[in-house]
């Protein structure tokens, strides 16, 4: 992929991962450089302050079922389940993936968690009210227009107090650090195309302000968080 492209509006093409027909060891292989890079930007921050202010605003319960979409390995959940150790929170967590091989990551990455379901569906299928709050991290970007308003139309069904989306933010400093970092710890294709092209299929506040009125959804808030990230959160009307 080119270094040099525009940032002015989000990207239209789809990422490598979102071709099902691909996959295989090397997908395997880009969900642990993923684990890295996830590491390297701080990736579970936001998803854990969304997680958290919505717990609040439940009413703070001792027990909490989080239901995790696009899942990939899961891990910006392990925060969580440190967070609600601290808490003193019962917490149940699902993770949701359409691919055999972020499944079997995450299998592995949690083998010895057993507060973490795995399951391979489709956000689509899910019955209502599946879990308290759904989360989803670094998900939404892969969807435009219509099919971006449909899938947080199904995320909302699937909760039962609302939704939390952790996402990036499209600007030229993540979208440079991204690009160099994934060319200094990877080889796989995956991940140095994907890396930054996820950047620019990211966000900007006037995507999260359309977004709240297509869902028709005055509640919804959204702050950026380090680094370079969104914390948006929208309760269950």
Known sequence: MSFFRALSSRAQEEELMDDFSMGGEELSEALQHLRRLNKIFAAPGPTLAGVEKLWKTMGSPGTLSVLDVGAGSGDVNQKLLQWSDQQGIELKITLVDMTEEACDE?????????????????????????????????????????????????????????????????????????????????????????????????????????????????TMTYEWKPLFRYSVVIPKS
Not at 106 to 118: H, S
């Open 106 to 218: 995450a299998k592995q990455l949690f083998r010895d968690e057993p507060r973490v379901d795995v399951r391979r569906a489709d956000v689509k299928e899910l019955p209502a009210a599946s879990a308290d709050i759904v989360t989803g991290s670094q998900f939404v970007h892969h969807f435009n227009g219509q099919q971006l308003i449909d899938i947080v139309s199904h995320m909302l069904r699937a909760s039962v107090h609302g939704v939390v989306i952790s996402d990036i933010h499209r600007h030229l400093v993540p979208y440079t650090a991204v690009w160099i970092t994934t060319r200094m710890i990877s080889r796989n294709r995956y991940i140095r195309h994907d890396g930054p092209l996820s950047v620019a299929k990211g966000f900007k506040g006037r995507d999260w302000r359309e977004l709240k009125k297509q869902l028709n959804h005055e």
